[in-house]
Structures are given as C-alpha cells and as structure tokens.
C-alpha cells in the first residue's frame, strides 16, 4: 500500500508562504514547495526508487494549502527510511 509522510513547506526555521483569504497564494506556496524539495535533495539525496518527493494539496479553513510530502511502499523499508529521515532531519534553513 502507499503511504506519505508529511515533511512541510519550507525550512522550519524559516518564513512560510501564509494562507491568505482574498490573496492569490498558491502561485509562491507552490514555488516554495518546489525550493524546499530540491533543498531536501541536497540534504538527503535523490530519493530511492519506490519513494517520491512531491506537492500535496490539503484543505484549510481559510483556503488550500500546499505541503511537501514523501510517499512510499509500505513494503519497502528503503522507502520509508527515506521519508522518516526527510521529516526527522529536513533542513532548518534554505542554505547551510
């Protein structure tokens, strides 16, 4: 079965793009999603074959929002690995 983890949309220790009634949003949320995969990719490498970085979209009381996910195999102990160390140990900052 697959599964996801949710990781987050930006670095922790960093400003996010914010849900905002009446404001356009998703174009920059989605961007910084996009940053923050390649910024895990640097940290944690490519993921293994049976596990995906990707954008999910997540309803809010205010509008969607967007997080970056890692989905996986349930079956495949590399792929969760991955994911697990993508949420445990994301970057805090979007440079070193």
């Given at each position: 079965m697959r599964d996801y983890i949710?990781?987050?949309?930006a670095p922790y220790d960093e400003h996010c793009v914010q849900v905002q009634p009446g404001?356009?949003?998703?174009?920059?949320?989605?961007e910084?999603?996009?940053r923050f995969i390649k910024?895990?990719?640097?940290?944690?490498?490519?993921?293994?074959d049976s596990a995906e970085l990707?954008?999910?979209?997540n309803p809010h009381d205010f509008g969607t929002?967007?997080?970056?996910?890692?989905?996986y195999w349930e079956d495949d102990e590399?792929?969760?690995?991955?994911?697990i160390k993508c949420q445990d140990?994301?970057?805090?900052?979007?440079e070193d």
């Open positions: 949710d990781i987050g949309s404001v356009d949003y998703l174009p920059a949320m989605r910084e999603c996009k910024r895990i990719r640097e940290v944690h490498g490519d993921e293994p990707a954008i999910k979209s929002y967007l997080a970056v996910v890692c989905y590399e792929a969760l690995a991955y994911a140990e994301m970057p805090s900052r979007w």
